[in-house]
């Protein structure tokens, strides 16, 4: 409905996840409106971080470097990876301040669905970094969905023999939730994972 | 939590109306995967669209041109223009395909609140095209909020004068809506504007 320019803009954002025809409109107009040094920074930011982000060589997270700020730094424990799909998970990961040992991002899960194995992950990676001994324990923080599953337990099953200590995040209720709207999945795996109080 | 680039490229991404945080990161990974071409072409057009994207000299909608393909089409009603606020409005006022005549984007509304007043919209430009006498009614479309409604009424009593018919469009049940969900004020329009159904 608009013309040249706008609309191909128009059409450009609507490509992006989670931005339907109205935002993309929304956000048109807005950097029709927004201040040129604004939007050029926009656009430089997109331009650069395609250009200059790449994966680390060790864990896979992205980095701009060789490796990454978490596999360089010495004061993580290099006894402890934590397994997760993609690098954004790295990110939620750290924020809880709880872990303070490596990473490995698998970049995706098994999904026979998407016509993705174990050979499409990058498994074979983690199990070159088990080979010096210096590993311990593996958690593996897929996602608490079907593939994040399927590819913890390929992973236990992959790893238990290798005389590692393999956990795997615990599931139950969300902290701050309401029991009531709890889906009965959730609510099942907080009775089968309970814990005595005194603990 | 990002290093670097996809850091800023999240901060910036954000900063776009309707973007949160979360929204940033699931666009900005997705721009990593994404293939350079179609990343490229996103960048292009939002530096495209900003450089080449200008406002009609008659009705101050969007174009490339001097003037918009509205007001360069002789096929259009010119006793009719079309009062909005934005140019998006013309757009949505174009997608019910019941208007032929012109439109005049006034570029906002009288909002106290934001201290824009009269002056600070495309008023006088408007009122320098009823002067040849070719137009005979006015239909102002502007939002029907506060905002929207006072500039209505300051509109409706500019223009009265000069002998020309103003209207402002019908408020209402949304068609398709429920008439348990209206709320009072929609309702309380929709019984004042009540129609006889043989009309």
């Known amino acids: 409905m608009f013309e040249g320019p ?13 931005i339907g025809p109205k935002s993309a409109q929304r956000i048109a107009f807005y950097l029709l409106d927004a201040d040129p040094a604004e939007v050029k920074s926009l656009a430089d930011a997109i331009v650069t971080a395609k250009r200059s982000v790449r994966f680390c060589q060790v864990c896979f997270n992205v980095t701009e470097d060789e490796t990454c700020r978490i596999c360089r730094d010495a004061r993580r424990d290099r006894h402890q990876i934590c397994v997760v799909e993609e690098s954004k998970d790295v990110v939620a990961v750290e924020r809880t301040r709880e872990y303070r040992g490596l990473y490995h991002v698998l970049g995706g899960a098994i999904s026979p669905i998407d016509n993705r194995g174990p050979g499409d992950l990058h498994i074979r990676e983690l199990i070159q970094r088990l080979d010096d001994g210096t590993v311990t324990e593996i958690i593996v923080a897929t996602n608490p969905n079907t593939e994040g599953e399927v590819t913890a337990t390929y992973l236990a099953r992959l790893l238990g023999p290798l005389g590692l200590t393999v956990s795997r995040l615990a599931s139950g209720l969300p902290v701050g939730g309401d029991l009531e709207y709890a889906d009965e999945i959730t609510l099942g795996r907080a009775f089968a994972g309970r814990r005595s109080v005194g603990e």
């Open 6 to 18: 706008i609309q191909d803009l128009i059409g450009e954002l609507s490509r992006l996840p989670g």
